[in-house]
Structures are given as C-alpha cells and as structure tokens.
C-alpha cells in the first residue's frame, strides 16, 4: 500500500515560486508519479507526470515551461517546482501513483493548497 503526503503550498504573488513536495511511504520508483490539480468548481485536472527512472516527463500545456516535476527515488519523494505563478494557478494540488504496466493511478495524496495573488 503507498500513501502520499503532499507539503509546500501556500500563498504566493503572481509571478512567483513554489516547491510541492510529496513524500511516498513504501518503494515508489517503479511507479509513474504524477501531479494533478482541481481549481473550485472545475474537474481536477492534469499538470505533469514522471516515468519511474526520472527519464521521461510530460507536462499539461498550461504550465508547460513554468513547471518542473523531478523526483528522488532514494528519498521515495516527488517534487513539482512551480514558478511564474498566475491567479489561474490556484487549486489544491494532488500527488498520484500508477504502478508500472497499469492505466489508472490508484493511489493519491490529500493534497496541498496554493493560493495566488494578482
């Protein structure tokens, strides 16, 4: 069983910079890793993803290029830096794992808020 534990948000003035931590209690580094957000009254949505090695990640074209999804897989830890803030940046942030060879991701965080002031 993975949980995750999301930590870093909070508020921030547009145009500035968060890191969004999440930590994975058991073995995480054959699992995909992924981040995914949900604003108020909108559907949760995609932001990034990171393939098990770290080799390969992918990001929704609304942060492409402001966000960066890294990982440390000895410290079973995901990383979502997050820079160049705007207000339509503000949601609670969620982590989630998808095991190797699966097409769901089965495990999710309880998620972290991030605030952005215009």
């Known amino acids: 069983q993975v949980q995750l534990v999301e930590s870093g948000g909070g508020l921030a003035q547009a145009g500035g910079s968060l890191r969004l931590s999440c930590a994975a209690s058991?073995?995480?580094?054959?699992?995909?890793m992924a981040w995914f957000r949900q604003a108020p009254t909108k559907d949760r949505e995609f932001v990034a993803r990171?393939?098990?090695?770290?080799?390969?990640?992918t990001y929704a074209d609304s942060v492409k290029g402001r966000f960066t999804i890294s990982r440390n897989n000895a410290k079973n830890t995901v990383y979502l830096q997050v820079n160049n803030l705007k207000p339509e940046d503000t949601a609670v942030y969620y982590c989630?794992?998808?095991?190797?060879?699966?097409?769901?991701?089965?495990?999710w965080g309880q998620g972290t808020q991030v605030t952005v002031s215009s």
């Open positions: 058991g073995g995480t580094s054959r699992y995909t």
């Open positions: 989630a794992a998808r095991n190797s060879g699966g097409n769901n991701f089965d495990y």
């Open positions: 990171i393939s098990p090695s770290g080799g390969t990640a």
